[in-house]
């Protein structure tokens, strides 16, 4: 179990309500354990356990993912690289950036893993439109982006039809460990932020309206952990 408030109820065993998801704020907490948490929350669950969405942020940590390739890590310096199991290539985590993990029974909810995708993206776009920025997605390069510069990234593992792994959106915070890598496998690919958008940007805001898109694109209803 995680120390502080980075703690889990691994299985919900309530009598499964249909579309709800448990969202769960874990806080500021260290990478591995909570990919480890993820794993073992995708293997341990059951036709009954409740979806979760956490959100999280990570301190300074470089995730390399499945199809990684070592090239694309230019100086990682002190800042240490993760191995992990999802999709995709490397990328940044750390302060200041919103971490969603979607833990989703894809086959009970009735959808694919493109439709998954498509609504995750589509949440941040219209997250960022709250903002007055125009954001889209690219082809063959999941993630979203403002006029070819990349403000949200994706990667996802599935397991026994169910989702975990997720998104990563930068909102206020250090961007240059992205200029330690090939973000996403693209050398020329520019980083860009939220805050550097938009004016009064607010983490714990952007949070909830994040929350409220993701839940009306993938046809969720929100519920807190603590009412769970």
Not at 1 to 17: A, D, T
């Amino acid at each position: 179990m995680l120390n502080g408030h980075c703690k889990f109820r691994l299985m919900n065993k309530e009598p499964l309500i249909e579309q709800t998801i448990i969202v769960r704020h874990l806080g500021h907490c260290e990478y591995e354990p909570v990919w480890r948490e993820m794993q073992q929350f995708t293997d341990q669950r059951d036709e009954n356990t409740l979806d979760e969405l956490w959100l999280v942020e990570h301190p300074p940590v470089f995730t390399q993912g499945l199809a990684g390739k070592a090239e694309h890590i230019l100086a990682a310096g002190d800042i240490p690289v993760v191995q992990v199991d999802r999709g995709g290539q490397v990328t940044y985590h750390g302060p200041g950036q919103i971490v969603v993990y979607p833990m989703i029974n894809l086959r009970r909810h009735g959808i694919g893993v493109k439709s998954l995708v498509n609504g995750i993206e589509q949440a941040i776009i219209d997250t960022v439109a709250l903002y007055g920025i125009v954001a889209k997605r690219k082809n063959n390069a999941p993630g979203v982006y403002v006029e070819g510069a990349k403000i949200a990234s994706l990667g996802l593992r599935i397991r026994k039809a169910c989702s975990f792994h997720g998104l990563a959106f930068n909102i206020n915070m250090d961007l240059e460990p992205f200029m330690r890598i090939n973000p996403c496998g693209f050398s020329d690919l520019k980083v860009i932020q939220l805050a550097d958008l938009a004016n009064g940007v607010n983490t714990a805001t952007v949070e909830q309206q994040l929350i409220a898109a993701f839940c009306k694109q993938l046809n969720f209803a929100a519920q807190a952990a603590n009412a769970a």
